[in-house]
């Protein structure tokens, strides 16, 4: 049995609002409900059978485009349903807080099409709806096809995106930690004043990217600035996360390569005056599990049948910006630039034996992923989740989907208990918000983190 890590994994269920999202096709799976995307019904189960073992979270990816880099167009993505179509997770969330007590919700939202003052009242109208039980995924948006969709010619170029992100960041936290003071809600009812107008401040930002003078609408919520998620795996991006980000995906590197990255990052929060322990590291990973080795065999089996070879190479043509229907030569040699997400363009473009067999791509397995991809029994699982914490430095996993709900019954019901018994999972949800649950420090974020600049 591999020595277990001193502690406890993290685990958050990802999806997107959309039938399709990672092993496109499944959503044609005998008892797939997939296709009950547009039901509250639907997520209000999503969300207790996540609650039920213990989940940190649902999180949900979003994108603001369609995928129409393969074949220059759009028309795969649409016929395989190929994270397509996309709903908005937010308006879900609501629902699912109010059947749930202690699971928490991250959503994406991209700040490249939303003025700061407005995404900042959403989330703080989200944290007052949830107790405090959300978190944002902040992404600057890698598809041309959005960017087109909201008005502009492309997408601007990779690093000035993050460039805007910051200043963005600056403004949101003005507003959630500097407008209100904590003590400015007074609720007299025998004065008829509920808020006392000294306590309340109007913010003012001048800047490169942004300009702007208001007071947030939202009084101060559990959390003020939501749990902060990331997923940037370029050096621009790292160095994003080591400021801002208390969780960051990591993805699409061998476990030992993996613990050198996060150490960077860690090394790079110390650097910038941030505990390098306040950020949480999270795999995605895909797991297949039953009772015996034959049973989740045959499983596998019965859901690669599923997989659409097509529909996921239009969605991995999307997110790399390289379309997989074409020759690659163009690429390889650098004559020919991606424009999509850097990480996943430059896993592709590494695996040589891909980039000779694109079918690969097209099938449900590992080597189409860039993540931790298990099939075995609930012990095997375990073992394997327990070797990539220890190796990988990592602190959890985002579980996809893979003929939902019944992967999370599974993992409820079989896996979970295995991880109890190791001592490696919890019993029981911590008190209070999303953050306190993830760091048992309090509901506020914490310190050395640059949102307490804005603090009144």
């Known amino acids: ?10 685990v958050n269920a990802f999806y997107a609002n959309s039938p399709g999202q990672n092993w496109i096709g499944l959503w044609s799976m005998p008892g797939s409900r997939a296709a009950e995307y547009k039901s509250l019904d639907y997520w209000v189960d999503v969300a207790r059978i996540s609650e039920r073992g213990l989940f940190d979270s649902v999180f949900f990816a979003d994108t603001s485009g369609v995928h129409d880099v393969y074949e220059g167009s759009a028309r795969a993505t649409i016929e395989r349903a190929g994270m397509f179509p996309m ?12 059947a749930t007590k202690n699971l928490s919700f991250g959503v994406t939202a991209n700040l490249s099409y939303e003025p700061p003052y407005a995404l900042a009242r959403r989330f703080s109208t989200l944290d007052h709806l949830t107790n405090g039980r959300i978190s944002w995924n902040i992404v600057t948006g890698f598809q041309d096809s959005a960017a087109r969709a909201m008005g502009r010619d492309k997408q601007h170029e990779h690093d000035r995106r993050y460039d805007i992100a910051e200043e963005y ?3 949101v936290y003005k507003l959630w930690e500097g407008s209100w003071e904590d003590d400015a809600v007074v609720l007299d009812k025998a004065n008829s004043i509920y808020a006392r107008a000294d306590r309340v401040h109007e913010v003012s930002h001048e800047g490169e990217h942004f300009r702007m003078r208001g007071i947030h609408l939202c009084e101060p ?8 998620f990331q997923a940037g795996g370029s050096a621009r991006g790292r160095t994003f996360a080591a400021r801002h980000a208390e969780c960051l995906f990591i993805n699409g590197l061998p476990s030992k390569a993996t613990a050198e990255r996060i150490r960077s990052v860690r090394e790079e929060a110390r650097s910038l005056g941030r505990n390098p322990e306040d950020i949480k590291f999270i795999m995605m990973a895909t797991i297949v599990t039953a009772p ?4 989740a065999r045959d499983k596998y089996e019965m859901i690669s049948r599923y997989v659409d070879g097509e529909g ?22 650098g004559s020919e630039k991606a424009r999509g997400i850097g990480t996943i363009t430059e896993f592709l473009l590494k695996e040589e034996k891909s980039l000779d067999r694109l079918k690969d791509y097209a099938k449900f397995g590992p080597q189409a992923g860039r993540e931790c991809f298990i099939v075995g029994t609930p012990s095997q699982v375990a073992d394997t989740l327990i070797q990539w914490m220890n190796e ?3 602190d959890g996993f985002n579980l996809h989907r893979s003929g939902e709900p019944q992967h999370l019954i599974d993992f409820v019901d079989l896996v979970v208990p295995e991880l109890q018994n190791r001592g490696v999972y919890k019993t029981a949800y911590r008190e209070g918000s999303f953050r306190n649950k993830l760091f048992g420090q309090g509901d506020r974020i914490g310190s050395g983190h640059p949102a307490l600049n804005y603090r009144v």
């Open 169 to 171: 960041m600056e403004v």
């Open 221 to 228: 919520s559990m959390q003020r600035t939501p749990v902060l």
């Open 392 to 394: 990988a430095e990592i």
């Open 87 to 98: 709903n908005d997770p937010l308006l879900v969330i609501p629902t699912m807080a109010h």
């Open 292 to 295: 015996t080795e034959a049973e």
């Open 312 to 333: 996921m190479l239009a969605v991995r043509s999307g997110l790399s910006g390289i379309d997989l229907s074409r020759d690659l030569s163009g690429f390889v040699n």
């Open 1 to 10: 049995m591999t020595k277990p890590p001193c502690k406890e994994i993290s």
